[in-house]
């Protein structure tokens, strides 16, 4: 089956003219494009259902019919099946066109189903770039995407850098974006934001014709296989946290210019994404150079704690002050105090959303799932290493032994030692995710229960410690008696802590 593999990139209109003034694309003029492309689909949707885009493109006379299929997309970077080839306007001629013959008689049995339901209209330069051992070709496209539906026409801009590998190392796209993204100048300091994503054309699309806007997500399971190694395996952990991250990081550039709060989920997921990667480079630190594993731990450290702020005042205004203060209240001093951490909420995201539209953000994303690609297991004639399987039994004893120590001394230790012990859950938890398909499934669902209680629990006392702080400069007369109120709470909570520490002692292990 014929093989697609690109990198999608995003950019700001501000940064066209440096990326059109680069040296690799301004030393050759660009071919020039109108494309027009219709998507069609059943009008039960059943290609979206199966990632399965249809479409009609026009250039010039020309008219090619494009069959691609779901691939997998990490980093921007996207592998898939693509067929593509001359038509005639509404000949869905897929016996001729898709060399998968099942495919091609599904697609033919639903042929007389298609109906279009958007269109992409876009301008594309195109350059041929030889780059390393690559032949590369790099498409700019500017234009829009438009649907309708009974309420009238809809419509969303197009402009991104798309880099498709012709021939070469895949490794070649990714140091290609990450030149370009340095800018005219070569410096950092002054790249251009080209942001890696995985939404295709073809998904926006299908999104605006639904008037779907993108929605928090969660991690999604980890597969490994009990023969890997555990570079192999932390690949596809790294490789799974990138994802969830890109996904909730769109969430947030989407809402950026706008009144409006994003979802507070988007930052509560990208955290959740970056607390799993770093726990990753933990868990397999053994196994992966130290180097690599000193320097991404620290620079992912600082991107999480960039969004601390945002996601304190989203939980402080979302979920604290709405508990404590109840729907009644509404005299002056209670609207005055819901205004400042509205206020101050706002400013915490719009610092977010701003760290995010940094071009150093996106070099960073682009240069480490280079890295990560570009890890080597160890040469098995050399070293021979333990069955997978082994080797997490082994780590999650370590660490589950780690937590007991910790749990009982966490209440001694006052709120620093609560802290460590709320950190050791989390890492174990997550290192039990990462794990969770060489596990055994009902005691996993056991152990995690109980993780997950006792992590709830000591979120809700760092909150309560943290709304703290973040009010010690709120206007007076609510402050007061709200804080009284927390400290009732907090103290209500450290009253569960025993029996809090002694679940966690009884804590199953997952592999008994």
Known sequence: MPQETELKLALRASDLPRLLAHPLLSGQPPLRQ?????????????LMAQ???????????????????????????????????????????FMALVGDETLARQLSGLAWQLVPVFRTD???????????????????????????????AHREPILELELELLSGPVDALLDLAHTLALGPQGDAAQGLWLHPTDRSKAERGMALFMGQ???????????????????????????????????NVAGLLAARGSDTLPDPEFVHQARVALRRLRTGLQLFGPALPRRFVAHWSAQWQASAQALGDARNWDVLATEGLPRLLGDTATDAATEAL???????????NQRAQA????????????????????????DAHRRRSRPLT??????????????????????????????????????????QEFLASLLPPARLRRSTAVLTRAQELLGSLNDLSTAQALLDGAPRPARDPLLARMKTDLEAGLRALPRMERALLRTPMPWD
């Open 122 to 152: 876009f301008t594309r330069r195109s350059w041929q770039l030889t780059h390393g051992m690559a032949q590369i070709e790099v498409a700019l496209d500017q234009g829009w995407i438009t649907t309708g539906d009974g309420q009238g």
């Open 338 to 348: 819901r205004h400042w951490v509205d206020t101050e909420r706002h400013a915490a």
């Open 355 to 378: 760290f995010l539209c940094e071009p150093a953000q996106a070099l960073q994303l682009l240069a480490f799932t280079r890295a990560v690609l570009a890890l080597a297991p160890p």
């Open 51 to 93: 990632r399965i885009a249809v479409r009609e493109r026009r250039i010039g006379r020309r008219t090619l019919l494009t069959v691609k299929t779901a691939g997998t997309s990490i980093g921007g970077l996207s592998q898939r099946g693509e067929w593509e080839g001359l038509t005639r306007p509404g000949a869905f001629d």
């Open 390 to 431: 082994a080797w997490a039994l082994r780590t999650l004893r370590s660490r589950h032994a780690r937590l007991l120590r910790k749990a009982r001394h966490a209440l001694r230790q006052g709120p620093e030692g609560r802290h460590a012990l709320r950190i050791a859950l989390k890492k174990l938890r997550y290192a």
């Open 213 to 247: 806007r993108l929605q928090p997500v969660k991690a999604a399971p980890v597969a490994l296989a009990p023969d890997m190694q555990p570079v192999s395996a932390f690949q596809a952990a790294a490789l799974n946290c990138v994802a969830h991250w890109q996904a």
């Open 34 to 46: 109108r494309l027009l492309n219709t998507y069609f689909d059943t009008p039960k949707l059943k």
